[in-house]
């Protein structure tokens, strides 16, 4: 018997969502366009720049195929600024995420993993929604493409930290009425507070129903004792 699956995606399935982001790549040798569900590729030509699903891209680098070229948001010095935005300048709110596309009236609004937001030329103060496990993903696997791979390491641990915690601070001053904001939270962010975000806000909920049954109780006696006192007045 299969054990019930927890709501929401785990960690490796939104890792694998991010394989489906959009980065570029300089590649090393000369490839024909492939047919793919998403869509066909463009034909890989040295040394010019080309772009690819991340999970193409990672397989070409496994293979020495090609070099993966790093969003400008995980250079460190956009890391650092994006940390001091989170600690300094704005404590409570998030760091605004990339702007999307303007959308024709009658289209579909585009939103991730169709935003190109991981490529060279996305936005270099602005974290996308894959932020985190895409740069988890090229430290992994295209450490030698980053500028300084310890540093972005580390301030994407910092990062992280501050930006958990954030949330945790919102979650504290809920009360059973409320609703968390996670506007600008990433994917693997709202993966790992899930659990914690819906066991406060359950309990919260379960507290606030037994003090509304309390209530109830509390004026039916109110109610009880104040018909009471009628009946006594009446009889005499």
Partial sequence: MALPLPPGLTPSEVSFLCEMET???VPRQRLEGLSLLGGPTQALHPPQRALLPLWLALLLKRQRRANIVPPPWLHPSSLEYLLKY????SREAFSPGPPLPHSPAGTEATSPPFVLSATA???EKALPYHWLEMGEILLDAASDDLIEPDTVRRLLRDLRETRLSKIRAGVAVLDASSVVSLRGVGGMEVCESRGFIVGVIDGLRKIG?????ARREREAEEGDAGAA????DMEE
């Avoid at 989170?86 to 300048?89: C, R, S």
């Fill in 209 to 213: 129903a037994s003090q509304e049954q």
């Fill in 23 to 25: 980065v570029t790549i």
């Fill in 229 to 232: 006192d009628d009946d006594d």
């Fill in 86 to 89: 989170e600690m300094e300048i």
């Fill in 121 to 123: 030329d996305s936005p």
